[in-house]
Every structure is written in structure tokens, then in C-alpha cells.
């Protein structure tokens, strides 16, 4: 069975939601055992040779052919956030600040790196071993720190037992499979 990283992701968002309270009450039933691989950010690049004229991602964020910068929101997305801190563990988030476009989300930041809205991105290694990510390239940020991903089930959900069974799926043995291949750690 071939799931696509869209496809996954998307399951995984509807069970993900973060545990927090709403209104006095407690929204997830079950939380605990759905702890799941780390993602790597990447700074991707939809054009195909823009590895082969940089160094490292380093090199390629100071070069003035890259212009424009994708950084998923950091203030609302952790990919982001990870990114931010990669940039500034490397000395360059402010000195590389007005070339900075804070798309909402990771995926955002994808579209806009695979259509060449931006000549860089910062990424999900997941989404850069896509078939649409391997059109272009991509430099791994050692400086960012991995984004942990996690699963829980609602409260309210209204097939709990689909959800509950879904996110135990996703600790087995084929699960780990899909997600290494799509990156994850």
C-alpha cells in the first residue's frame, strides 16, 4: 500500500490537532502513545540546478541571485519556528531579513518555492522527496533543530474507534516504513 506524503499528512492533521481546553473542557481522549518521528527542515529550491551552484544552504541564502526567502510563519508554525532558529544559529536571520517572505504554513512555503514565486524555501525533507520536490533540490540545515510530530485523538470525534485505530497504525512497523522514506527520523 503506497500512501503519498499529502495523503498522510493530512490524516495525521486531523488527528493532530493540540491538546488544549476549550471552554473549561478537555479536548483530547488520548494523547500519550502517539509521540512520532522527528522532520528535518531543508531549504529546497524548485529549480533543479540551484544545488550545483552553492555550497551549502548557507552559501545560497547569502548569494544575491536568491532574492526571496520562504519562512512558513514562525510565530504559528513550528517549521518556521525551526528555520528561524537554524538562521540564527548560522548568524544570518538578520542580516538576510529583507529577503524574508513569511508564507502562513510549511506547505505554503513548499508552493512557493516549487512554482518560483521565491528562489528558496525553507521545507520539510518530506516534502522535498515528493514527486513534485524532486523536480527541484534541496540542502539539509543541520543548524535548525528537528520538529517533532505528534497524534492525538479528539474527544469529540465522531468515530473515535476509526481515529483511535488510525493513530495506532501510525506506531506500527509499516508506518515507520512510509515515514522513513518520506524523511522522517
Avoid at 552553492?54 to 517549521?79: G, L, N
Avoid at 465522531?158 to 524523511?183: C, D, H, M, P, W
Amino acid at each position: 500500500m503506497r500512501i503519498k506524503t499529502s495523503l498522510l499528512m493530512v490524516l495525521i492533521v486531523l488527528l493532530c490537532l493540540p491538546a488544549t481546553a476549550s471552554e473549561g473542557k478537555i479536548l483530547v481522549a488520548v494523547a500519550a502513545n502517539y509521540m512520532m518521528p522527528f522532520a528535518e527542515i531543508v531549504l529546497f529550491s524548485g529549480q533543479h540546478d540551484f544545488c550545483s551552484r552553492f555550497t551549502d544552504w548557507t552559501d545560497a541564502v547569502q548569494s544575491d541571485a536568491v532574492r526571496k526567502i520562504a519562512i512558513a510563519k514562525p510565530e504559528t508554525a513550528p517549521y518556521g519556528a525551526a528555520a528561524v532558529t537554524g538562521l540564527k544559529e548560522s548568524g544570518l536571520y538578520d542580516t538576510l531579513y529583507d529577503k524574508y517572505v513569511f508564507p502562513q504554513d510549511i506547505g505554503q512555503a513548499f508552493q512557493y518555492a516549487t512554482t518560483g514565486s521565491v528562489q528558496a524555501g525553507f521545507c520539510a525533507l518530506s516534502s522535498a522527496m515528493t514527486d513534485e520536490g524532486r523536480k527541484g533540490c534541496c540542502f539539509p540545515v543541520k543548524q535548525a533543530p528537528p520538529v517533532t510530530q505528534a497524534a492525538c485523538v479528539l474527544k469529540r470525534t465522531q468515530n473515535r474507534e476509526a481515529a483511535k485505530k488510525f493513530a495506532a497504525f501510525l506506531l506500527t512497523q509499516t508506518s515507520v516504513r512510509i515515514k522513513e522514506k518520506y524523511g522522517y527520523r
